[in-house]
T-cell receptor, first 120, second 115 residues
């Protein structure tokens, strides 16, 4: 089954204790991304990756790190979590590709089931 | 700058009513893509539709229909004969051709369909 798998689904941690949320996709997608969802703020992009070893900041990258060593995996790392990082996190992947001219044809993201993180 | 606005924060209807969710976008690109996603109470994000900027044809899928109007920068979503199972948060999103992988979401509209 084609899917994006992120783990864990729920996590409660303490301030300052490093954690990693894993994300894996089995669709051979080039693009992967992390979002956080907060009440009243909608979904905001944290980081995204266009291919192996190619990552870029989204709108709210502060306090997060990512890596893309393999095409299928895109872990989200919180080196020193703080309470303001309590949120619902989504990993996503997309089969964007070259389009007309220099543009990219965007097929939209397929999302994982979400990770609810609480930092106390 | 790219932006997506969903002015309706919450909508409540009675089952079988038609309901339209508004989405207004801003972009400087001539090539862009618009999306709608559904987030039911279980929390997952479900892809509903994708529309290219160069294809203004409206689309109908069962009880769902989408009205794309470049002249007003809108991509509205209508549910006909709503059902309780349609209760969810609906997000409109924009991806510009020049920003690979960057998908910007609106704030979402929470739809409540009462029996």
């Amino acid at each position: 089954e084609a899917q994006v798998t992120q783990n864990p689904r729920y996590l409660i941690t303490v301030t300052g204790k490093k954690l990693t949320v894993t994300c894996s996709q089995n669709m051979n997608h080039e693009y992967m991304s992390w979002y956080r969802q907060d009440p009243g703020l909608g979904l905001r992009q944290i980081y995204y990756s266009m291919n192996v070893e190619v990552t870029d900041k989204g709108d709210v990258p502060e306090g997060y790190k990512v890596s893309r060593k393999e095409k299928r995996n895109f872990p989200l790392i919180l080196e020193s979590p703080s309470p303001n990082q309590t949120s619902l996190y989504f990993c996503a992947s997309s089969l964007d590709g070259p389009g007309p001219g220099q543009g990219v044809v965007s097929y939209g993201y397929t999302f994982g089931s979400g990770t609810r993180l609480t930092v106390v | 700058a790219q932006k997506v606005t969903q002015a309706q924060t919450e909508i409540s209807v009675v089952e079988k009513e038609d309901v339209t969710l508004d989405c207004v976008y801003e972009t400087r690109d001539t090539t862009y893509y618009l999306f709608w996603y559904k987030q039911p109470p279980s929390g997952e994000l479900v892809f509903l539709i994708r529309r290219n900027s160069f294809d203004e044809q409206n689309e109908i899928s069962g009880r769902y229909s989408w009205n794309f109007q470049k002249s007003t920068s809108s991509f509205n979503f209508t549910i006909t004969a709503s059902q309780v199972v349609d209760s969810a948060v609906y997000f409109c999103a924009l991806s510009e051709g020049a920003f690979r992988g960057k998908l910007i979401f609106g704030q979402g509209t929470e739809l409540s369909v009462k029996p």
